[in-house]
């Protein structure tokens, strides 16, 4: 075999490996071994796959295999040899964020070398990219350890401390990365650690210092600016402001929708970003009213009873209530093993957000229903908190979720740290004879939460073998087309739909309660087989090969807007891209629009929901502000297996001025950089 077959074997083989294909990498591997006995790449090679499919000690014996004859000095120069090839595909991995396999090969290289200055740093990185953060400081002390004088490791350990809000400790890394070397980055960093901490003064000692070092650094300016008003002193704070925006005004003029030389009309923009600001909050601070209760087969009795309390303890788990109560025929459980595969996002950033860092699996509570005598719900008004009390006056801890909406298994979701318990009292409690199914959830009237969290429970109650015509109603929203259309193909009868007022409780003869699929936000993947059983009109065999590339909209949102979306449109014409606002069309019509999709882009919003009905394969493009990245839907591209990109929009220079325009980083409007986006396009398309 020539060296030419020899080289497109290894192109294949090295294709094969990266997409993990294992077993056909070896197999070409093998055969240019073969071919060339002589050659130590190809052992290299060969041994990694065995590594990669974790047959470590297979590996190994490859690798020493040329050198059972061998001279000590020709060891150790093959060893180093081994040492620099696997560190070179460890960066490749990391590179991909194939954090995991990455992992995997910079431990093969401590076995080579236990005091490697560069595996220590680089393992770390892997680490942190999988969201193991303790593992990674203690890789990074490691690495500086071993090389004190180098900032990078220093500055890591910074920016995970500052992450997780140990600003302190994070001040204590970074002051010691920039006593090594002046960086304006790393003093801005600091700033904005003392801001945290409420140290004015240091924080505007930083960030004249991180000027200093970069008189074009518009962030440095722009927090420069805040900590001054903190100062009272406003006009500092609106030359520094300008300073900033004369320096980044990307996002303010699409704020503005203006277009106008940067450098004529800064103290212009600025006061119109004010007002603006301003007009906002005020805008966003209107609520609406909340409904009264609404159910016209029941009449008004009870509903002004006596305040019920709070309740006086919680069961972490349902399934601990039922054991307590020996009532294990109150406790049905449907899926016991809701264990999630995790892929890692495709991004243009080096590294991947904090949001994304689960590692490849993520194991979810079982999913059940709960049968309670003489149960309690409460819903408060915004919809944000909510809580399921037993008969003996106790909280069930997974049955009584509230925002934010943390990941499974966080610190602040145990039940001991539920808002209910801060509470002096709860509102009057409406008694109703007879057996209700509770299928109310947080923000029901959010497509996304509607879709994923509220409508696979009844997938639940029915595995559950309960017989629907015994539950006397559902309590669940029925306000919204998409609502009503759901309930419709569930065929639940309008006269046992029974509405609760945010802000109410209710207590029944019996509550029939479905858990969430997983937890709420978080959801197995059954969760998306029963939304296409229910909503669309094939089976997945079925449908036709998608080709469709779709950009959703939300013209009609208050928030998360593209704020130059007529440019994103232009380019997005350029490459076949049709483009759809998905409020106005029934659920069954967005799925059979999303079922032929080959490429999906859009904003952060309810609209991507729909993925659940894209086919696998289908590539997606999730477009957010930098501070509110939610991974909802990445985690659903993970359940029905597409191909997840995203990209970050722009912000107004530095951190705070962007807080004053959007007090609720949820509400940030996105700028996306044309040229950013387009590069993104042209790789989906490639790859």
């Not at 620099?84 to 590179?95: C, I, K, P, W, Y």
């Not at 979810?364 to 229903?369: N, Q, R």
């Not at 915004?382 to 008969?391: V, Y």
């Not at 904003?603 to 394969?617: E, I």
Request: negative net charge; charged residues 25%; glycine residues 4%.
């Amino acid at each position: 075999m020539d060296d030419l077959e020899i080289d497109k074997l290894l192109k294949q083989a090295s294709f094969d490996l990266e997409r993990g294909e294992y077993q056909t990498a070896l197999a070409l591997y093998q055969h240019c071994l073969e071919s060339q006995p002589d050659v130590l790449a190809h052992y290299w090679n060969l041994g990694l796959v065995y590594l990669l499919q974790g047959e470590e000690l297979d590996a190994q014996t490859i690798w020493m295999s040329p050198f059972l004859e061998e001279s000590p000095e020709e060891f150790q120069r093959g060893m180093a040899e081994l040492l620099s090839f696997l560190q070179v595909r460890g960066h490749q991995f990391l590179d991909r964020h194939q954090a995991d396999l990455a992992e995997t090969i910079y431990r093969q290289t401590l076995e080579l070398d236990a005091e490697n200055f560069v595996s220590y740093l680089y393992l770390g990185t892997a680490l942190s990219e999988q969201g193991k953060y303790d593992e990674a400081i203690c890789c990074y002390q490691q690495a500086i350890d071993l090389n004190s004088q180098n900032v990078e490791p220093y500055q890591l350990v910074g920016e995970i401390l500052e992450k997780l809000q140990y600003f302190a400790e994070a001040i204590s890394y970074y002051s010691q990365a920039l006593a090594i070397a002046q960086n304006s980055e790393i003093a801005y960093r600091i700033g904005l650690c003392s801001l945290h901490l409420q140290q004015v003064d240091s924080a505007i000692g930083y960030f004249e210092r991180s000027i200093q070092l970069d008189p074009d650094f518009a962030a440095a300016y722009s927090d420069l600016g805040y900590a001054l008003l903190q100062r009272s002193q406003p006009n500092e704070a609106k030359t520094f402001w300008g300073k900033s925006l004369q320096l980044d005004s990307k996002f303010i003029l699409a704020y503005l929708n203006l277009s106008v030389n940067k450098n004529d009309k800064t103290w212009s923009l600025l006061e119109q970003l004010l007002v603006k600001i301003n007009s906002e909050r005020a805008r966003r601070n209107r609520h609406p009213k909340t409904e009264v209760v609404r159910q016209p087969n029941l009449d008004k009795r009870n509903l002004t009873g006596d305040r019920v309390g709070i309740p006086e303890g919680f069961y972490e788990t349902t399934r601990d209530w039922a054991i307590s109560q020996g009532r294990s025929d109150c406790y049905r459980t449907i899926f016991d093993n809701n264990v999630i595969k995790l892929k890692p996002p495709k991004t243009l950033d080096r590294s991947i957000h904090f949001s994304f860092r689960f590692g490849r699996s993520i194991q979810l509570p079982e999913s059940f229903v709960a049968i309670l005598p003489q149960g309690r719900y409460w819903l408060n008004s915004g919809q944000t908190r909510s809580a399921t009390i037993c008969s003996d006056n106790r909280l069930l801890g997974d049955l009584s979720p509230e925002s934010p909406i943390l990941e499974p298994g966080h610190p602040d979701k145990h039940p001991s740290q539920h808002s209910i318990f801060e509470l002096d009292s709860l509102p009057p409690c409406r008694e109703i004879e007879g057996t209700i199914a509770i299928l109310s959830g947080l923000s029901n009237d959010i497509y996304f939460h509607w879709m994923l969290d509220i409508l696979p429970r009844f997938e639940l109650l029915k595995r559950s073998g309960i017989n629907w015509d015994e539950i006397d109603y559902f309590l669940i929203d029925d306000r919204q087309s998409f609502q009503q259309e759901s309930l419709q193909l569930l065929a639940i009868p309008p006269s046992k739909v029974m509405s609760l007022s945010p802000g109410s409780q209710i207590r029944a003869s019996q509550l029939i309660v479905p858990s969430f699929p997983g937890s709420i936000a978080w959801m197995p993947s059954w969760t998306c087989d029963f939304l296409k059983t229910l909503f669309l009109s094939v089976e997945d065999g079925q449908l036709s090969r998608p080709r469709d590339r779709l950009y959703i909209r939300r013209a009609n949102a208050n928030s998360r807007r593209v704020l130059n979306e007529n440019e994103v449109l232009k380019l997005l014409d350029r490459f076949g891209f049709r483009s759809a606002t998905l409020e106005s069309i029934s659920v069954r019509d967005q799925a059979e629009l999303l079922a032929n999709c080959s490429i999906v882009i859009a904003p952060h919003g309810s609209g991507l929901t729909n993925l659940v009905f894209c086919q696998p394969g289908t590539k997606v493009i999730e477009i957010f502000s930098p501070n509110y990245v939610y991974p909802c839907y990445w985690l659903v591209s993970n359940l029905v297996d597409l191909e997840y990109y995203y990209l970050l929009g722009e912000t107004m220079p530095g951190v705070y001025l962007q807080k004053l325009a959007y007090p609720d980083e949820r509400h940030e409007d996105i700028v996306v950089d044309i040229e950013k986006l387009k590069t993104l396009i042209e790789w989906v398309l490639e790859s």
